[in-house]
Every structure is written in C-alpha cells, then in structure tokens.
C-alpha cells in the first residue's frame, strides 16, 4: 500500500520541485514526500560522511551555538522551515577556519590530475609483458595495456564467450555472451577513451558536407576513460599510450559482459566485485584475449499463492549459495584494414545479411545497404587468379578451417569432421580446392585456446537440449565471417534416432532398433554437421529445396542415388519416408545438392 505514495514522492523530489500544484485529497502525499526527504537526508546526508563532517564542525563550536543549531535543525526537520535551515548553516559556516582550510586542501589533493611518468618507472623490471596486438604488462595485481599509436582510431571486434558456466541454467562454455566493436581514441589531455561502434547509418562521401550530418546523428558511446601512466617513446615521437585496464575487466562493463536482457532471463542481479577478478590475459599478433571470472548475486524465488507466469531461470547453484560465478573469455580482434569488397544481397538466394541506412550527397532519400554475409576466400598470387579464370581449381590463401572440440566424445569426431569435409565439394564447384576442412583440436598447445576469436569450432555441450546450431561472427561493416562457434548438444542423437526410427524404419532395417549401432548414428551426426556448417557459411534454411524434386522420383533408386530427395542440405526434408520396401530405394539421407553448390 506504500508503492504509490513512494513512487509519487520520487516523481516530486527527482525533479527537484518547490511547489507542487494538488487538490486538497493529495496534501497528505506531499507530506510524505517531504516526510521521506528529510528522514534520508537525517539518516544519510546531502553528501557522502554528511554527518561526521557536522559533528566534527560542531565540535569547534561553543555549547550555545551547539544548541542553537540543533533547535534550527530540528524546526526544519519537523516544520520544513526554510528560515531555520539557513540559520543552521550559519553556525556550521561560523566554525574555525582551519576545518575549512582543511577541506580544501583535501579537495584539491583530490583533483590534482596524475601526471604521466617515465616508461622505465612505469613498466620497471617486475612487469611481466607479452608483445601483440596490444602490449600487456603485468605489474602485481594489475594489467596495463600499451596500445600503440598505430592501433588508435582502428575498429577492433570483441567476442565474449562464456568459459564456464553454472549447470542448470540453459547455457554453457563456449557460447557466444556479447559481440562489439570498439576503438581507442586519444582523449584531449593525458587520457585514453575507449568508444564502442554501432554501425546504422553511413556515407560513402567521405569528404562531403553530408558526412558531418551522419557524425553528428551517430556518436559512439564512451565505454572507458583511462589516465596515461607513461607514454612509449622512439625518442621524441609518441609510440604507445600505458594505461591500467584491471578496473576494465574485473568490473561489469556491458561490452565485456552480460548485457541486461540476458540477466534479466538469469535472475542475475547485483555484481559482485569482491568476488570477481581476471585469471589472465594473452595477447597474440592480431588478437588479445581477456579470461575473467565474474560473480553475480541472483534474485531469490517470489513465492505467490497464485498461479503466474515467470520470467527468468534460477541456477541451482543461486538456489543454494545466493550467487553465481560465471568465467567469460574476451576476444579482441583487429577488423581487417581493407573492408572486403561487399556481395549485395539478393533475396532469391539464401544468405543471412547484414545492412545499415547510406546517405549519399546526390542522392533524393537515404538507401538502404544490404549484403551478404559470407566468407572471404582469395587466390594466393596473381598467378592463381589467372588460373582460376581459366576454370583451374586453385587453394585459397586463407582456407577454412572447422576444429573438433576435444570434448567431443571420441567415436563421433570423425563424422563430425566428415560432414565439415563433404562441403569441398561446393567449394570445388566454386573453383576452389582443399577450401574447407575439418581439423582435431591440439590439446598440448599453449597457445590456442577454445575460446579464442582466431579458430571456428565445434563445440560440444553437456545439455539435454535435442539440438544444434551454427552462428557465425561477421565483420559489421562488409559482412566478412570471421570465425563460428558451432554448439552441438548431447542429446541431438536422441533427436536424430527418433525421427531416423519413425521415418525410415520402413524400409532401412538397422532403424528398427531402439539403440543404433555406431556406424548408423555417425551418418546421423554427419549429416547434422553438415546442415550446421552451411549455417557457419552464410546460408539460411531452404524450405523449398525438396520441391525440385518430382515426388515420383522419391521411390526411383537410380534418381536418388545420384540427386538425394532434396536439392539442399540447408532444408528440413531430414530423410526419405516416401519410399517404400520394395522400391529399393537406400540412399535417405540429404546430402550437399545443387542448390547448396550453386549458392
């Protein structure tokens, strides 16, 4: 019954108001708002220490001045008389001069502006430094980035994966958390700002009048502001900018962490900094990565004695602890510094696409720009491209490769890589050879980690979800992939026995069993690999596929041997259950079709 007066008195005093206009049945609201204002500026003052700061100052005071404030405080307190509260203030001014001299000589230490020091004094020989794309030195408990001067204004995407998770809760390690693009900026004294970049609207008239019109409607938030402990020099010239990032990473800055939406689903609420810290942070020629470990307090369970909708997942581990700790990977990777040249999306052909609204100086209206999201794949030379020209298969300069997650149980990873292999096929089609490959993960190499930016993987959850699927990370500006993580869950296989079982046991009699043999279920999960790629090279789902096929041809063993029963590995026919015991018919599964190589 207080949530409406409460809420009214934070209307009246957010705004600061004066007067308030009401009809006489509202007065006892206003009361109470005036009532709550002054019983939290009691408890907690105006400021922080509000009350030691009173106290000390009336120590200096004599008893009768003493008692003269306390009666004019207590008028105000009591009556709101504004009179009384100025003549408060008047003995708390007429206390000596020292408390005062005091004061300002903390508030002026307070403000002073850290200088920059020497490099040497800064960065002495207790750092621990790794060389990269950002230099990362490691001086006690805290982690300095020096971003070279080269590196500032550049565009840098970060991905955030989680690296471990609580169980229960619907997410695992490896899936992706945020996805950002940021950039350092010089700031106008001896300061670093961190921006992050959404991209929505652009121009192509760089030196235009109009571009200042598309800067002026899309500043980029300010997400970090660093004082410069010391600058890198090469004699007199500028190299590198040192600044302290720890207060970056160990903290719950949205970039880097979970964003409002997703806490909301998690029931997690107040982030919890005593317990929260970074394990580390690499860095390599094009990438640095941040591991941190984070903890959240978590919303306790309402009890109702009413049915209703809920909204949001409690982690068991909150349920019995309060908390909960999740361990995220940050990716930063530098996006590349020619933009790949843009494939215009055409809506006859499947791809997942990516666009924002283009002004341009000529033109009557704002377009927008929609294009494809696919891979870069280049010739090597010259020599190369000549070649493929003339209808020679030539290897790309930057193949694609798909790794194993060594969690994956052993038997299945060769028909994982299998399915990432039988896409050759398209790309061969395309005029490329040994484009794509699936590779089993080193474990034994320090340098490589699963979470990191640089490698696609497969990865492999521990989760009752009957399911997987294939996202792909893109660079905003072109649509250039860059890197997928494909989340495979356990209990697909039982997904897959089911509907393999009900659609085909017909005619294929190692599916009339309630358990398949390993040789069965591997072409199951190949086949699901597959269709989870293509997803990781662009493509949606083609519902229409199977339509190119004549439904006569669905029980013609020689057709199907050679077309399969639909024209994509991207649809959803999942197997022929048209065919029948006596057709002969053995090819069932969908494999990569015409459309799939044509696409």
Known sequence: FLGYPLLQAADILIYKAKHVPVGEDQASHVELTRESARRFNHLYGREINAEEKVQASLAKLPKDSIKRFEKSRKAFQETGDAKAMEGALGYIASAPELDNAASTAVDTKKNETKKPKPYGKVIDSTAITQKGLIDVHQVGDKFLFEVPTALIGKEIMTITRYSKTPAGGGIFGGEEVNRQVIKFEKGLNDNVLLRSITYVISTPNEDSPITKAVRNSSADPIIGNFEIMAYNKDGKDIIGYVFDVTSLFDADIQTFSIDPMRKQLLNIQAFQKDKSFIEGIKSFPINTEIRSVKTFSTKAPQISTTPAPRIGTNFPAALD??????????SMILLPEKPMRKRTFDKRVGYFANGYDVFEENSLKSDTDIFAVRWRLEPINDEDAEKQKRGELIEPKKPLVYYIDPATPDKWKKYIKAGIDDWQEAF???????????????????????????????????????????????????????????????????????????QTAAVDPAARNMKFNDELMGELIRFVSSHEVGHTLGLR???????????????????QKKNGHTSSIMDYARFNYVAQPEDGVKDLFPRIGDYDKWA
């Not at 979800?465 to 697909?492: F, L």
């Not at 439904?551 to 063993?557: A, S, T, Y």
């Open 321 to 330: 602890a309060g908390v909960v700790t999740l361990e995220l990977n940050t």
């Open 428 to 502: 061969e089609f395309a005029g490329w050879k040994n484009a794509i490959r699936g590779e089993y993960w080193p474990e034994n190499d320090p340098t490589m980690s699963l979470e990191d930016a640089r490698y696609s993987v497969v990865r492999y959850f521990a989760a009752d979800i009957q399911n997987a699927y294939g996202p792909n990370v893109h660079d905003p500006r072109t649509g250039e992939i860059m890197e997928s993580h494909i989340g495979w869950y356990h209990n697909i296989m039982s997904l897959l026995r089911d509907w393999y079982l009900i």
């Open 541 to 559: 789902h083609n519902m229409g596929a199977s339509n190119a096929t004549p439904v006569e041809m669905l029980r013609n063993p020689d057709y």
